[in-house]
């Protein structure tokens, strides 16, 4: 099994930036691709990007060139800098990790198998 914790949310005026981390714990070798998923109030999960262990990244178009990815294996962190922020990024941000080796990065959530408890992110206008 994987454990993964998300930290990092908060409430941040619009133009602003966040950072949020993953902390992957437990059977992490079996871990390849990592993600960031959200979801607003009445929304459905949304994907927001994600990261192979090689790191090739791969982002919903709704966040493209606003949000980084990065991961540190060695340290088996997940990262994700928000930048220029929006209240329609207002969210539950959750991390989520894919033990199957797919020579892409999965866009589903049916693609990962462990997933954080989530934290929220208010941007506020």
């Known amino acids: 099994q994987v454990q993964l914790v998300e930290s990092g949310g908060g409430l941040v005026q619009a133009g602003g930036s966040l950072s949020l981390s993953c902390a992957a714990s437990?059977?992490?070798?079996?871990?390849?691709?990592m993600g960031w998923f959200r979801q607003a109030p009445g929304k459905e999960r949304e994907f927001v990007g994600g990261?192979?262990?090689?790191?090739?990244?791969l982002y919903g178009d709704s966040v493209k060139g606003r949000f980084t990815i990065s991961r540190d294996n060695a340290k088996n962190m997940e990262y994700l800098q928000m930048n220029s922020l929006k209240p329609e990024d207002t969210a539950v941000y959750y991390c989520?990790?894919?033990?199957?080796?797919?020579?892409?990065?999965?866009?589903?959530?049916?693609?990962?198998?462990?997933w954080g408890q989530g934290t929220q992110v208010i941007v506020s206008s």
């Open positions: 989520a990790a894919d033990r199957n080796y797919r020579g892409r990065v999965g866009v589903r959530e049916s693609e990962y198998d462990f």
């Open positions: 437990g059977r992490t070798f079996r871990i390849y691709n």
């Open positions: 990261i192979s262990r090689g790191g090739s990244t």
